[in-house]
């Protein structure tokens, strides 16, 4: 493990003290900082500069945060740094970075497993997930999966971890029991994230696509025998999805067609399509299912979807590549 302790600082406004409520943060790839966002004013407070002196300077990225995620008691900000080959631990409470953990090379995403007190982080140019120790946060395990393997989601008995592997077109199961590989299977190309119902026995696989003329889709699974149920072409290159309240519907951001695509998941057909900014990626939600957020990369802003009726209420300018989201 490699400290870097002090290695924050807030770019303007005042600190985030332990007042979280109607905050988001936002993953800013192309700057090396997090945009924490006010979601009465509907506007940026404030950034975390996460380089300080002459490395933040420097106008091409050192570190690349790229996915976020909160411990339990919301205290800890964890964030993987995919230029840099390691995640970030900010202490949300006295407002700086009180950790930096070396892991594999372009981490990508990361789940806390509660059940082995682990971190589990993919690195995509190292094929491989590193667990990490909650406690002393030290390595556990190197473990070997597919080709770039790219998002993980944990089940809902944290027993199993998922695993996109987009350059092996596969999904790996990881036993966190044993830290070790349990199954690997195809399921079809280009797996990039996945979400999974509340129950857990349902799998959804979003396939993107690097060609215009393939277009991307959905593969759907059943989690008890990891069989595919089904697969739903959508859109041209679509990224991310999220459930919607009754998990009827799943919202997808498509970078090619710049849109949410909404997708009725019995029906197995498009309803609706939200346009939005350039290049969306990264999706999320609030506790109370009133808004969609979605980062658009080359705009370099926040739309804000209303869940109600399905329209943008606003684009809020942001860092550069805006990528992980968080709601607090």
């Known amino acids: 493990m490699h400290k870097m302790v002090e290695r924050f600082d807030i770019c303007r406004g005042e600190g985030m003290g332990n007042n979280f409520k109607n905050m988001i943060f936002i993953a800013n790839m192309g700057e090396d900082t997090i945009s924490a966002l006010n979601l009465i004013n509907m506007h940026e407070v404030y950034k975390i500069r996460l380089n300080k002196g002459l490395l933040y300077k420097v106008k091409k990225p050192t570190l690349g945060p790229h996915h976020m995620m909160l411990d339990y008691n919301k205290k800890y900000l964890y964030i993987t740094n995919c230029h840099n080959g390691s995640i970030s631990i900010v202490d949300l409470i006295q407002n700086k970075v009180i950790d930096d953990i070396c892991v594999g090379s372009c981490p990508s995403h990361m789940v806390i497993c509660k059940k082995n007190k682990s971190i589990y982080v993919s690195n995509a140019d190292s094929n491989s997930i590193s667990a990490i120790s909650l406690e002393n946060r030290t390595l556990l ?9 790219h998002d993980i989601k944990l089940s809902r008995d944290h027993q199993k971890l998922y695993v996109t592997n987009v350059g092996s077109n596969t999904l790996t199961i990881i036993d966190t029991l044993k830290n070790d590989v349990d199954q690997s299977i195809y399921v079809n190309p280009n797996p990039y994230h996945i979400t999974l119902n509340k129950e857990g026995n349902l ?24 069989k595919i149920l089904d697969r739903i072409r959508v859109g041209k290159m679509p990224v991310e999805a999220i459930l919607g309240k009754d998990e009827s519907v799943l919202y997808i951001t498509d970078a090619e067609l710049n849109a949410v695509h909404v997708l009725n998941i019995k029906e197995k057909k498009l309803i609706d399509r939200v346009y939005v900014g350039r290049m969306p990626g990264s999706i999320e939600k609030d506790e109370k299912n009133q808004y969609l957020f979605v980062g658009n990369m080359q705009d370099n802003s926040i739309t804000i979807i209303t869940l109600q009726n399905l329209k943008c209420l606003k684009n809020i300018p942001v860092g550069i590549e805006p990528s992980g989201i968080i709601c607090i």
Not at 141 to 149: S, T
């Open 203 to 226: 799998i959804f696989v979003v396939n993107t696509s690097f060609s215009r003329r393939r277009g991307g889709s959905i593969t759907v699974l059943d989690s008890k025998d990891m």
């Open 141 to 149: 395990a190197q473990i070997p999966v597919g080709r770039m393997p």
